[in-house]
């Protein structure tokens, strides 16, 4: 299995572009979450979903938005970006059964906006 | 207000001593707690988890340990090993709330 997959490993965007990070999991975990980790910080959650058709914000939703269209996959789009929105970001997930506590994660996307 | 938070943002060991990363919590309602394990350009990685009514919980080289008493929380590594080289993150949950709060990490390093 390959567990959360998510691409692209780096990007590189101009202010105001848009792009999206796609997430996909193999496991069929009903829950899905975008992190961001910034420097000297933890993990701040963007936002999350429990099962397709299902999301919510989390902690830092501005400026990204979460579609969850069938359970496998968790797309985390990025309308106009801005410098602050340089980060790495995490795509994570978890059965219900196992608790949303024990999340599988990504390797991350680097992301840097100029 | 709800935080998670770390004593030391960075711990150097030997290799084969025991290593014990701290970790403060504030929200009184939290009840499973949980450490994570992030090498560098990975995720993040589950190790072990406790829940509220517990103080104590053993894993393969790792232990738990939970005061509730003065909200803190702790992570020991017997015998560190430099495979254990990484940031390490408390992580906590309440009961109703659908995700969890991160502190901001511990960096061990271990000396051969």
């Known amino acids: 299995n390959a567990g959360v997959t998510q691409t692209p490993k780096f990007q590189v965007l101009k202010t105001g572009q848009s792009m999206t990070l796609q997430c996909a999991q193999d496991m069929n975990h009903e829950y899905m979450s975008w992190y961001r980790q910034d420097p000297g910080m933890g993990l701040r959650l963007i936002h999350y979903s429990v099962g397709a058709g299902i999301t919510d914000q989390g902690e830092v939703p501005n400026g990204y938005n979460v579609s969850r269209s069938t359970t496998e996959d968790f797309p985390l789009r990025l309308l106009s970006a801005a410098p602050s929105q340089t980060s790495v970001y995490f795509c994570?997930?978890?059965?219900?059964?196992?608790?949303?506590?024990?999340?599988?994660f990504g390797s991350g996307t680097q992301l840097s906006v100029l | 207000g709800e935080s998670v938070g770390l004593h030391l943002p960075t711990l150097s060991v030997q290799e084969g001593d025991n290593s014990i990363i701290n970790c403060a919590y504030s929200n009184s309602a939290s009840d499973y707690f949980i450490w994570y394990k992030q090498e560098s350009g990975k995720g993040p990685q589950f190790i072990i988890d406790i829940r509220s009514n517990m103080d104590k919980r053993q894993g393969q080289r790792v232990t738990v340990l939970l005061n509730k008493t003065v909200k803190h929380l702790s992570l020991q590594i017997a015998a560190t090993q430099p495979g254990d080289s990484a940031v390490y993150f408390c992580?906590?949950?309440?009961?109703?709330?659908?995700?969890?709060?991160f502190g901001s990490g511990t960096r061990l390093q271990v000396q051969p």
């Open positions: 992580a906590e949950n309440g009961t109703g709330r659908r995700a969890l709060t």
């Open positions: 994570a997930s978890s059965s219900r059964s196992g608790g949303i506590e024990k999340l599988f």
